[in-house]
């Protein structure tokens, strides 16, 4: 069917509502951090059940404050997986941090818990397992080691926002947890990220650190009246959201359980219309009570059966006009993290057989049965060719 028009792996669903609060805000005169903003935070504090909710410019802004407010020494580690987004790492090395990683388990591509105690030394200041897909982390196991070692839990929690873990949202119970709201995530600010938190210090840090280190309480408690002044009391960043991209996000929330609903169906379609195929294994749930967001769905392509890599897949299903992503290479593979940190194939057996078969195919809550049944027929087709 050649005249069919190309189906991304993911669009995002703005609804007129959203189109419209984002309008009013930019007739309003006012477009940067202000109300919507304040207003935006208050529903994340509310659909998370949590003291704290601080709205950032992206996820990747999150790690990179709660990392930075951890004033990690030279040697200090954080222990996390290869099976992420680069931004992970990347920031652990921007606070000066040392990436200690720990491979996946074979089905859910989590962190393997039961490899983390191991990894612990004198110099291990916190844990940062990733949500991926949006199926939780073991947290109860992971949260008892953390205590046992007194370590910081960052939660990236990427791919997670509506996530819950035994009944608990992702955000309502632990230390701290990373959301992003970039347009292929469950909810979309345009570009967009939160850090929630049970902890007052890290919340004022990471308040601080975001908008340049400016303090306007710092003037009046030098005992001066009125705040048109400010105090810098830190080095901060530049890390705030604008009332525009939250204009979108309180939208966004509103619908965020419904989008997860439509997204759980496919998913669970996919799962049974794939269930035996020999080219495919497919990604697996764990036995813990868990609401998955299914913020991706990601079979690993058997090479082998498949008489095709996971390239030749994507290319494939190009040519059939169907798009799909990858997420993610395992990231002790690139070049940066090999040479820096002495990173070798061979070192991560498992997440290095989900980096090289892993592919996500289309899933987002517009997308209908029908689009999803071309998916399941091109990939027939496709594995049938070769
Ligand atoms: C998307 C993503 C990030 C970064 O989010 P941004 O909002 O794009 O900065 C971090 N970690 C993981 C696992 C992600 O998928």
Not at 53 to 78: F, I, N, R
Not at 162 to 174: E, H, L, V
Not at 278 to 300: D, F, I, N
Not at 314 to 335: D, S
């Amino acid at each position: 069917m050649p005249n069919e028009e190309f189906l991304p792996f993911s669009r995002p669903t703005i609804s007129q509502e959203a189109i419209d609060e984002v309008v009013a805000c930019i007739r309003s005169g006012w477009i940067t951090t202000g109300p919507r903003v304040k207003q935006f935070e208050e529903d994340l504090k509310s659909y998370c059940s949590a003291p704290h909710a601080l709205a950032l410019s992206s996820a990747t802004a999150g790690l990179h404050l709660v990392l930075a407010t951890l004033k990690l020494q030279p040697g200090d580690e954080v222990i996390t997986t290869p099976m992420t987004f680069a931004a992970t790492l990347n920031t652990i090395v921007l606070t000066g941090g040392k990436p200690v990683l720990v491979d996946v388990e074979p089905g859910t591509y989590n962190m393997d818990i039961s490899r983390i105690e191991q990894a612990i030394t004198k110099h291990t200041r916190a844990i940062m397992p990733v949500h991926f897909a949006g199926l939780p982390v073991d947290l109860d196991p992971l949260y008892d080691i953390a205590k046992r070692h007194n370590l910081r839990v960052i939660e990236d929690a990427a791919h997670a926002i509506g996530t819950r873990y035994k009944d608990r949202r992702i955000g309502s119970f632990g230390d701290i947890q990373v959301f992003s709201f970039h347009p292929n995530k469950n909810m979309t600010t345009g570009e967009g990220g939160c850090v929630v938190t049970r902890d007052g210090d890290m919340a004022s840090d990471v308040a601080l650190l975001r908008f340049h280190g400016m303090d306007r309480e710092a003037w009046n408690r030098f005992g001066k009246k009125g705040n048109q002044h400010y105090e810098i009391i830190a080095p901060g960043f530049k890390y705030n959201m604008m009332d525009m991209q939250a204009a979108l996000g309180l939208h966004q929330l509103k619908q965020l359980d419904g989008f997860i609903k439509r997204r759980t169906e496919l998913a669970l379609r996919y799962q049974k219309f794939l269930a035996g195929w020999p080219q495919l294994s497919l990604p697996r749930t764990p036995a813990y009570s868990h609401l998955h967001a299914w913020h991706l769905y990601t079979p690993l392509i058997k090479a082998e059966t498949a008489g095709m890599d996971r390239d030749a897949f994507m290319q494939g299903m190009k040519e059939r006009n169907i798009g799909t992503g990858l997420h993610y290479r395992a990231v002790h593979l690139y070049p940066y993290y090999r040479e820096h940190f002495g990173f070798k194939r061979g070192d991560f057996p498992n997440a290095e057989a989900v980096s090289d078969g892993i592919v996500s195919l289309p899933l987002f809550p517009l997308m209908t049965d029908a689009d999803q049944d071309r998916v399941v027929a091109a990939m027939a087709d496709l594995f049938k060719r070769s």
